[in-house]
């Protein structure tokens, strides 16, 4: 495409639209048909550039001027508690859904390679003592010891505060760092379930698994979901930079990337309910089977949200991205 050319053919309808959308007074209905017209144009025009002839100056212009003309059309949007409600009614539970095919095998594979390797420390005492001096390891697994303590070593409301930072930060890092091919997402994956396996098989050697699990199992059944999605969608957005499909790369990034960022922000609530139970439930002088039944009750209540709820939408079409006047105008492309 020569530059030159096309600018020249189309500077008047952009000057046109400037004039518009910097107009104090109110359009009347011709104008405001002429705004939307040349707005589409535009948009258009400014999608051709940047696939064809890209230009940081006019590139730039043309995306202020599309800017301004879309929040001429559509109006000044603010966020409501209408916006919320979508959100956690239908846009996070539908993604949470689209992406069940990524993240449940992803739960599957990883419980897995926990319990293996729990029960490779748990027969080898090699191994353990690779891990801890004999009684550095009694110090961790005896009744009253730090496993135990762990949980009531803080206040409980502080603790839950830092169980939740942390748990959000680790979720939001596999949400985000998926688009490096998925690779720095299987790292804090591993770095999770090697946890979780030092703790099944220090336990396990002791004698004391069905104590572990006590402690484990009432917070940390919502918890390890909520970071079974955020790897499981990391991975996703890592494989759409591989094969966007249908889409182009970029669209294809943009929508998945979106819909993650908004999965961050629901998986922060998710985590912020497993943390308040790590903080007040689990070291709590509750029975066994009653803070075990909190977190089977809370892990079922939120898949029931993810697959009736998050179904639900899914099947009327949301996908967790912005809705269509919320996203930048796109021209269609050829497959």
């Known amino acids: 495409m020569d530059l030159d050319v096309f600018v020249a053919a189309h500077r008047a309808e952009w000057d046109r639209l400037d004039t518009l959308v910097s107009r104090r007074r109110r359009l009347n209905g011709t104008e405001a048909d002429e705004l939307v017209t040349l707005y589409q144009r535009t948009a258009t ?29 559509t109006g000044t ?4 508690w209408r916006d919320a409600a979508r959100f956690l009614g239908a846009g996070f539970p539908a993604a949470v859904y689209r992406s069940r095919h990524w993240w449940v095998p992803t739960a599957l594979v990883s419980t897995a390679l926990a319990a293996l390797i729990g029960w490779w420390i748990a027969v080898h005492p090699e191994v353990r003592a690779t891990i801890a001096a004999p009684d550095q390891l009694r110090q961790l ?26 748990n959000a930060q680790a979720a939001a890092l596999c949400l985000v760092l998926g688009v490096f091919l998925g690779l720095p997402v299987l790292w804090i994956l591993f770095q999770n379930v090697l946890n979780l396996a030092v703790g099944i098989g220090l336990m396990t050697s002791a004698g004391r698994l069905d104590t572990f699990l006590g402690l484990i199992l009432p917070h940390g059944l919502l918890e390890l979901t909520a970071v079974f999605i955020a790897a499981g969608t990391g991975l996703r957005l890592g494989w759409t930079l591989i094969d966007p499909g249908p ?7 943009a929508e998945e990337g979106r819909a993650a ?3 961050a922000i629901g998986l922060a609530l998710v985590l912020f309910v497993s943390g308040a139970i790590e903080g007040f439930v689990t070291p709590s002088g509750l029975p066994t089977w009653a803070r075990i039944g909190i977190g089977i009750t809370a892990e079922l209540a939120f898949l029931a949200y993810v697959y009736v709820i998050g179904g639900r939408a899914e099947r009327a079409g949301e996908t967790g991205d912005l809705s269509a006047a919320e996203r930048s105008a796109s021209v269609p492309t050829a497959a």
């Open 141 to 166: 697994t005896r009744p009253g010891g730090e496993y135990e303590t762990y949980y009531s070593s803080h206040p409980a409301a502080s603790f839950a505060a830092q169980v939740w930072t942390n």
């Open 77 to 80: 949007r603010r966020t409501s």
């Open 247 to 253: 889409r182009t790369r970029r669209t294809a990034m």
């Open 45 to 73: 025009h400014l999608s051709l550039i940047q696939s064809s002839a890209p230009d940081p100056q006019l590139t730039g212009r043309l995306s202020q001027l599309v800017a301004r003309a879309r929040s001429s059309v």
């Open 261 to 263: 960022v908004g999965m």
